[in-house]
Each structure stands twice: as C-alpha cells, then as structure tokens.
C-alpha cells in the first residue's frame, strides 16, 4: 500500500529537497510538493486533510502551527548528529570555523551541545539564528567579518553565504535527515493504519456479540459499550457513556478492585448476571469490563436447554459387556476403565469425535459403587458459561425474576450419589475452570444466588476430543483443573487403530438395524467388509453407523448374491456418507435404530423424488431399487410426493 506524504515548506526549501532527492517515490510513498509558510501553511494543510493525504512533512516553524489543527500525522524535519557531522566533514577543507544558521533553536532542532563535536573535529562551531531575510545578510556579513568560512543551513542562508564568497552546506540536502524523516513518516501512517484496523476488528466483535459489554477507566467511568448493552439496557448510548460504572451496577459501589461473577444486578426494572473484571497493570487498575446477559433471555435457553438434558435420562445404559471389540486395543482399555471405576478418583476419557467416550463413561458408572445412583450426562460445549453455572450448580429462591420459588437443583445435586459426566470439558471458559476446581477439591457447591454450601458425593467423569495438555502449555487451560480432571486418564483409540473391530462392529449394526437383512447377507460379510478395511474413518464409529444405515437404504434384495454389486455399493456408501452426515445431524432422535432408519430412509427418498420431478423409473434406478419396491416404501414411510 502506498501513502500520500506532502511535503510543505518554503519555496527554497522544496527546491533542494526535488533536485538532491527525486528517488522518494520509491519509498513505500506518493511525495507531493507545496509552497507555504506561517497562515498559508495552515491553510493549505486543512485542504490537504480535507482530500486524502496521509501525512504532512514540514519545518519547525509550521510545525508549530499545524500539529494541534489536523487529524493527520505532522512530521517536522530534524537534523541529526550524523548529518551535522557530515556537513563539518564537507565543510573541513575550506576552514576551521564554522557556523550553522536556522530558524529554531539547537533545541528545537533536536541538537543539544555542540562542545563534543568541536573536539573531535578541532574546530569552532557556533550557531545563529534569524527571523527575516535582512536580519539573515546582517548576520552572514559579521559571521564572515569574525573570521567564519563555513555556513551549514537553510537554502535561504546558503544563498547569502554563496554570495558574500563564503562555503555554504544545505542542511535539507543531506539525505540521510531527509530520508529518516520520510521513512519515519511513513511508518507512523502505517502503524496508525493498524491500529485503525485492530481497533475496527475490535468494535466490530464487541459489537456483534450477544453479551452486553461495558468497559470503565480507572476512575471507574464508562468510556465503553457496545450494541447488545444499549439493547439490554435500553438506554441510548449518550446516556451509558461517561457515568460512573456504581450507577448502572450496585456491586461496584465498594467492590471495584476485585473479580466478581454471575452477579444478580438490578438495573431499573431489567434483572442482569453481570460478571466484572478489573484490569491491572504493575498491580495499578486501569480498567473495569463488564459483561452482562439479560436474565430474560437466560431462563428462555435455560429452559429449552433443561428440557433437551432431561430427555437424556439420568440413567446408564450401557455396561462394559455392551462394548463391541474383539482387538487388543479395546480389551485393555476396558480392563483399565474397569479398575479406575472401582475407585472414587476423578477420571479423563480422552479420544476422537465418535470413538465412543459416553459408552465408556456409562460403562465406568455401572461398573462402580456408585451405579444404583443417577448418571447425569452435559455436553459444557453447549451452554453459555451463565447459563453453565445455574444448570451445574443450580440456583437459590429469589434470585432473579422468574426463578422457581424454592429455587432449583443443579446437576450436581442431581448426581448425588451418582456420577456426572461432563463431555467437551475442554470449552468452558477460564473463569469457570476455576469454580469446578473448588468443586472437584471440596465437593461442595453454591447455588447462583446463595451463600450456602451444599455437600456432594459424586464421581466425576469429564471427556475431551482435545489434547489438554496442549491447551494447558498455550494457557487456554488451567494446569491445577487439568492435574485434578486428569488422575485417571483413558485414552479410546480411534476406530483406523483397532480395524480388527470393524468386521464385528459392521456385523452388530446390521443385525441391531435389520436382522433380516443381516442373515441374508451373512455368507457375504467378507466381500462386503473388506472395502471397510483400509478406510480411515475420521468420524469413528458413528460414521461407521451412518455406513451401515445408508448401505440398508440402498441395499437391492435381488443383489445379495453379487459380490460386484455389493462391493460397489458399499464404497458409494463410505464416499457419500460424509455429505449424508450432516443432514442426519438434523433428525430426530427416535427411541430405536429402525425409528432413525426409516427416518433416515424417508428423508433420502423424499430429497430424490423432488429431484427428478417424482419420475418413479428413474427415482428407482438411483436408489437402487425395483419400483414395486420403491412404491411400497413410499406407502410404508408415507412419503408425500412434490
């Protein structure tokens, strides 16, 4: 990207600097010149603004002028030493005594002393300065009646000094000063640029999300607040902004120094949970973020959220004799999990999406003392950490609008004397790692709301398809929650790792699906597995299900027979099965595998009859089916026709 850069100045002064340095074009800049001085300057410089340039370069003079009038950065030229040591070298041969000549002060020129390089170079050094034109000749003249040869200044200075037969050396003809500048120039504009940018990203996040987020200076006034504040509030954001932050949340009243979560506030007539967070730097606060959720919208998910948990059951249906396998692999697996369940220790289920981690937890469950207890299964990944909090631990009477009259349990309390399973243990945020820490050390919880401990006695089984250990060395996990999740660990090995398994498991689903099908098929299994083999199977054993239940779809009675046909169909199976995955991510979930296979049936027959226009012959050639079994399957599934 390349900016615009004017340079603004005397006319003398953009003369020299276009004759010594015609390469700035080249800088990562588009350099424009203009003539202007004191009040024009100024007004130059405004219109300069007003149609696009970046930045302006100019002297000190107009430096002065403009760097409170515009938006833009105003670099003003500075010589440095190196330059300076540069003109006196020039200036050597032509004598001893030497003179620089400006406008500004050696302060305002960014030079200090000139002592130091006096005795390096073994000369005399002075500097003068003038205010106009004659003044400037007045002092050129008895510089040169004291003895002095060498000018080192501005053009204006150089010409009087040419004149009267005295050395001149241009200070904005030296390259170096002039190049710094404009690199330095350029580099401000491109860092405010960034900043520009990160800033943009920044509101536009803050924007967007669900949360109300309002931010305080160390004084604790709100210089912050996004879009989903105002709505929460509904307040305009000239009447959020520039209040103290006590105003809006009672808490912050004395509290202000220290971290507060799920916090029940009152604003007008709005109930919030607010969480808020001090900012500090070297242990001084320089900021206050809050964030907040309407206690509305957080009782809508919650119920919707508790109606999906509860379908789930609070009971383990799986046991260890329930687990499909005949490798190594998983024979060692189950043998560790059932040595870890004869203890209370907290237990890591650690495997890919789709290798069976649920399965293991109840099997873990039901192997334990703890098995005539509930099972309580939630997915963390699901819920907002709010939200997350009140379903864990439950909340007290009264503490929002809308909560049960004698409060609710939580999962927790649900689990007593059972087993809680906390799957995707990876997701929650760490403000809630550190509260199920306390939980997992104490065995005690505190209700949302409530200032009462409630005891628990209940295994803790948590699972991830993340590395942990991975998450714990980049921060994003707390290494003390890890150590305590992580006592007992069992890592489930992906289906490509255990292929042994994939014949039975193939075998099993059939016959639970269709055992029909299953013991027609029978004599045919190896034809059919062997494609099954060598695939990876990135989802485990649930795409392996989702196999299985395409291949029953398309499967064509007259075939079973024909090895070419059923090798054939069962790579289209294995192919196709990801783009079938994510439309069955969408069904509902049934009480048996032939409820989810019908369903599954009806919603592929369905999709093929809008595509052909409800053509039977070709429906049936795709599907691969006769159309006598076509028409009886659109009866039996009771498919409405587009």
Not at 459 to 486: C, H, P, Q, W
Not at 568 to 588: Q, S, V, Y
Request: charged letters at 25%; hydrophobic letters at 40%.
């Amino acid at each position: 990207m390349r900016y615009h850069i004017a340079i603004l100045a005397h006319a003398d002064i953009i003369n020299t600097i276009q004759n010594n340095l015609p390469f700035f074009n080249f800088v990562g800049a588009e350099i424009t010149y203009h003539v202007g001085f004191g009040q024009e300057a100024v007004s130059i410089a405004l219109e300069l603004q007003r149609t696009g340039v970046d930045g302006i370069v100019t002297g000190q003079h107009n430096f002065k002028l403009l760097k409170n009038v515009l938006d833009i950065p105003v670099i003003t030229y500075q010589i440095t030493y190196e330059d300076l040591l540069l003109a006196v070298r020039e200036g050597l041969p032509y004598g001893q005594k030497m003179c620089i000549v400006t406008t500004n002060s050696l302060k305002e020129l960014g030079l200090g002393n000139l002592k130091l390089i006096e005795e390096l170079a073994g000369i005399t050094l002075n500097h003068v300065t003038y205010s106009d034109k004659n003044e400037l000749e007045q002092k050129i003249l008895e510089l040169k009646k004291t003895g002095f040869r060498v000018i080192i200044g501005t053009p204006l200075a150089c010409f009087w000094a040419n004149k009267h037969e005295m050395k001149s050396i241009d200070m904005y003809g030296l390259e170096s000063g002039i190049q710094a500048v404009i690199r330095r120039t350029v580099e401000i504009i491109e860092n405010i640029c960034q900043e520009e940018e990160r800033a943009k990203k920044l509101k536009t996040i803050l924007d967007y999300a669900h949360d109300g987020i309002i931010m305080s200076n160390h004084r604790g006034f709100i210089n912050f607040c996004n879009s989903a504040a105002v709505r929460i509030l509904r307040l305009e954001q000239k009447n959020i902004l520039n209040i103290p932050l006590s105003h809006l949340f009672k808490s912050q009243e004395k509290k202000a120094c220290e971290p507060q979560f799920g916090i029940v506030e009152h604003i007008g007539d709005i109930i919030v949970v607010a969480n808020h967070t001090p900012v500090k730097i070297k242990n001084q606060l320089t900021s206050i973020v809050s964030t907040f959720q309407d206690i509305t919208k957080i009782q809508e998910l919650e119920n919707e959220i508790r109606l999906k948990t509860r379908a789930k059951g609070m009971q383990a249906k799986f046991t260890f004799e329930k687990i499909i396998g005949k490798s190594i692999a998983i024979h060692k697996i189950i043998n560790s999990a059932k040595k870890y369940a004869e203890s209370d220790f907290t237990i890591l289920i650690e495997g890919e999406t789709g290798c069976g981690k649920e399965i293991f937890a109840q099997g873990i469950h039901n192997h334990s003392k703890f098995r005539f207890g509930p099972f309580v299964a939630i997915n963390c990944s699901a819920l907002p950490e709010n939200l997350l909090e009140s379903e864990l631990f439950g909340y007290d009477e009264g503490a929002f609008t809308g909560a049960r009259s004698l409060g609710k349990k939580g999962l927790f309390e649900v689990a007593h004397n059972g087993s809680i399973f906390l799957d995707e243990i990876s997701s929650i945020s760490p403000s809630f790692q550190s509260k199920l820490l306390r939980v997992i050390q104490e065995r005690e919880i505190m209700r949302v709301g409530s200032d009462k401990i409630i005891p628990v006695n209940v295994r803790i089984i948590a699972a991830t398809n993340d590395d942990l250990g991975m998450a714990v060395s980049e921060g994003k996990f707390r290494s003390d929650l890890y150590f305590r999740l992580s006592v007992l660990t069992l890592k489930i090995p992906p289906l490509r790792q255990r292929r042994e398994d994939i014949p039975v498991l193939f075998k099993h689903f059939m016959k639970s699906i269709d055992s029909n099908f299953f013991n027609d098929l029978k004599h045919m299994m190896p034809t059919i597995v062997k494609p099954l083999l060598s695939y990876n199977f990135p989802g485990n054993i649930r795409e392996l299900i989702n196999i299985v239940q395409r291949f029953l779809i398309l499967l064509d009675r007259t075939m079973l027979n024909d090895p070419v046909y059923l090798t054939k169909l069962i790579r289209d199976c294995i192919e196709k099965t990801i783009i079938l995955l994510p439309k069955m991510m969408f069904f509902e979930k049934k009480e048996s595998l032939q409820e989810t296979l019908e369903e599954v049936e009806r919603k592929i027959i369905s999709q093929v009859l809008k595509e052909e226009n409800n053509d039977k012959t070709r429906v049936s050639r795709r599907l691969g089916l006769s159309r006598a079994t076509l028409y009886r399957k659109i009866s039996t599934l009771k498919i409405m026709e587009n």
